[in-house]
Structures are given as C-alpha cells and as structure tokens.
C-alpha cells in the first residue's frame, strides 16, 4: 500500500515538474530591457463559477483593462469574461510566469492576445522573438481556444505612433507565418481626432473605447459556435470585490 502511495506520489510529481517547465521553454533565455519604475498586473475573472457557457480571454494592457468592462456588457449574456491586463512585455521573463497562471486557470473559447504598448522602444529582434514564442505558448496550453492577435493602437503622440505601426508589422508578419486572424484596433482608431477621442498620450475617452470593444465583440460573434445564444447569463457580482463590489 505504501509502495503504491509512493509511486503516486511520484507520478504527480514528475507530472507537475513537466507542467511547471513547459512556460519556461517558452520565456525568453534573456533580454536587454529594464522594467519600468512600476510593473503591474490586472485580471478580473467574471462568473468565475460558471464552467458550463464559453469564455473569452482578452490579454493585453492599460488599453485591454479600459475596454474589457465594455466587452462583457456587449457579450455578456451569451459569454462569460476573464481579462489579464499587465505592463510587463512579453521580453520580460515573468511575464511567461504569469501568463502560465492565466492560461492553467479555466478553459478558455476564444483568446484575444496583444502586447507592445509598453515594448515601443524595446528591442525588435528581442520582441519579435518573445512574441512569437508567447503565441506558440498560447496555442500549447490552450489548443482548443480560437486565438486572435489584437494589434496595438496608435497614440497621440506621431514618434510614438510610429513605434507602435513598427510592433504592428510584426504582429501582422506573425499572423501570416502561424495562420491566425487579426483585430485590427489601429486602423480603426488611426484616423480619429486625437484632441476628441484620445485621454493622453496612450489612452481613450469613452467614444473610442466603445469602438474598440465593438469592433472585438463583433469578432468574437463571427465565430462559428463560440456563443451560447441561448444561455442568457447572468453576471454575477461580489460584495468581496476590490471595490466593494464588481461592476
């Protein structure tokens, strides 16, 4: 009896070892970048309880967390929502850490993956690389989700712009190479009045985030049999949430 225990035991253990290093043969072996001042990480799990209707994941930053709240009121009833929203890049060692923590937590439809927002003067080569590993991470962990590449939108400031058009060529040269479809939020936000519809140098007014989370709510419906037309779900709150409660 005991030797069976103990042979279980060790089963698990080479199995959790495997899980454990499969995000390490992905993350980067190093990287040229300095983190900002301020990391930091943001994912809200909506009906986190709710395993039988499909779920979307959307990945990405500042930009991800100011529309994830429009897209769950778009889909909400025929999906549920979780959101990671982070600043580290995709160079950064952690942020395979991380996105591992994401990915293992429940089971994911569709995946809305972007980042480079916070990677504009990183190392292209670096980033390319990163990048690309973290989409064939995605797809590893999560084979069944339908996965699009969210490209970066464009900002008030033309330099920086610029910079982002740069990080785009790749995501656009990515999705080509692996087969995989695009939400393309800066062709959609690029000729808009900056002074109307941009906050700041990086982020919008509500006008605009409402574009973009249409724009991904449309894309999520496109998809053949990913909805639950029919399971009028409803969202429920915490009184436990950060704030009180969730909105």
């Known amino acids: 009896m005991r030797t069976t225990i103990l042979s279980a035991c060790l089963v698990l253990a080479v199995f959790s070892a495997a899980a ?38 959307l990945i990405g930053d500042s ?3 100011g529309y994830q709240g429009t897209v769950r009121a778009k889909l909400g009833k025929v999906m549920n ?7 580290k890049c995709v160079t950064d060692k952690d942020y395979f850490r991380e996105l ?6 429940y089971r994911y439809d569709i995946i809305s993956f972007n980042n480079g927002l916070h990677s504009l003067t990183t190392s ?17 962990k999560c084979p069944d989700a339908k996965l699009f590449l969210t490209n970066n939108t464009p900002l008030k400031d033309p330099k920086k712009t610029a910079q982002a058009k740069e990080l785009n060529s790749i ?9 995989l479809p695009v939400i393309d939020l800066f062709s959609l936000m690029d000729p808009l009045d900056r002074n109307k519809f941009w906050s700041d140098t990086y982020h ?26 029919k399971a009028n779900i409803i969202q429920r709150g915490t009184e436990t949430g950060p704030s009180g409660a969730l909105r």
Do not use: G, H
């Not at 072996?29 to 499909?54: H, L, M, Q």
């Open 204 to 229: 919008f007014r509500k006008p605009a985030v409402e574009l973009q989370a249409e724009r991904i709510a449309q894309t999520v419906r496109s998809v053949p049999n990913a909805l639950n037309p």
């Open 20 to 57: 454990e290093e499969l995000y390490r043969q992905y993350q980067p072996a190093r990287t040229s970048r300095t983190r900002e001042s301020t990391e930091w990480s943001i994912t809200y799990t909506y009906n986190a309880v709710d395993s039988k209707n499909p779920r979307l994941l």
């Open 124 to 140: 292209r080569e670096e980033w390319k690389n990163a990048y690309r590993a973290a989409v064939d991470f995605i797809r590893k």
């Open 171 to 179: 995501i656009a040269e990515t999705a080509k190479l692996k087969n």
């Open 81 to 87: 929502i979780t959101f990671w929203a982070t600043s």
């Open 63 to 65: 930009i991800c967390n």
């Open 100 to 105: 591992d923590l994401i990915l293992s937590a």
